[in-house]
């Protein structure tokens, strides 16, 4: 089945860098656009990019635009998020998720970011 | 931050029916796209729930429906349960912010 593991999460200052990995299984990466969602505790949900399959194809919200990289390895199925430049307000459980048409069909369990000094 | 707006809260006693709106523009909803919708258990992932406006995927009872209209779309419960309790976004593609959006979130609380 599909199974989605987030990792990377943790403590960090401001200004500071995190790297999130999504580990992909039970379904052909490669074929799939993917995407990350967080949430702040207690709040609702931010979409903050998304990747093509064949990563032709690259988009971030305003929030996040020239501070965070979105990538990906097909070969290992593996997704990313560089996040750079950390700030307060960018604390908040990280999803990444698999894109069928326009929808979001299988979310991974989430990775918690703290960016606090 | 949200570009579609919802209610915060709905209740409903047990075997009630229950609809949660979701409100958007010309810009996202009303430009055609379609509005997904997904349950949030307490400290669980999102799930996909009803997708592409009135598709539920596979495992999801046929309690849940979608529907869309203009530039707003409806989730409706109906014979609600204990297990529903849960939060509800909606979610479509926005062409001004060239990404996607979500709802608000409303919560669900079953008397």
């Known amino acids: 089945q599909v199974q989605l593991v987030e990792s990377g999460g943790g403590l960090a200052k401001p200004g500071g860098s995190l790297r999130l990995s999504c580990a992909a299984s039970?379904?052909?990466?490669?074929?799939?656009?993917m995407t990350w969602v967080r949430q702040v505790p207690g709040r609702g949900l931010e979409w903050i990019s998304y990747?093509?399959?064949?990563?032709?194809?690259?988009y971030y919200a305003n929030s996040v635009k020239g501070r965070f990289t979105i990538s990906r390895d097909n070969g290992n199925n593996f997704l990313y998020l560089q996040m750079n430049g950390l700030r307060a307000d960018d604390t908040a459980v990280y999803y990444c998720?698999?894109?069928?048409?326009?929808?979001?069909?299988?979310w991974g369990q989430g990775t918690l970011v703290t960016v606090s000094s | 931050q949200s570009v579609l707006t919802q209610p915060p809260s709905v209740s409903g006693a047990p075997g009630q029916r229950v609809t949660i709106s979701c409100t958007g523009s010309?810009?996202?909803?009303?430009?055609?796209?379609?509005v997904h919708w997904y349950q949030q258990l307490p400290g669980t992932a999102p799930k996909l729930l009803i997708y592409?406006?009135?598709n539920r995927p596979s495992g999801v009872p046929d309690r849940f429906s979608g529907s869309k209209s203009g530039t707003s779309a409806s989730l409706a419960i109906t014979g609600l349960q204990a297990e529903d309790e849960a939060d509800y976004y909606c979610?479509?593609?926005?062409?001004?912010?060239?990404?996607?959006?979500f709802g608000t979130g409303t919560k669900v609380t079953v008397l």
């Open positions: 998720a698999r894109v069928r048409g326009r929808h979001l069909d299988n």
């Open positions: 990747i093509s399959s064949s990563v032709t194809s690259v």
């Open positions: 010309r810009s996202n909803i009303g430009a055609g796209y379609d």
């Open positions: 979610q479509s593609l926005d062409k001004s912010l060239s990404g996607y959006v």
């Open positions: 039970g379904f052909p990466f490669s074929d799939y656009f």
């Open positions: 592409s406006n009135n």
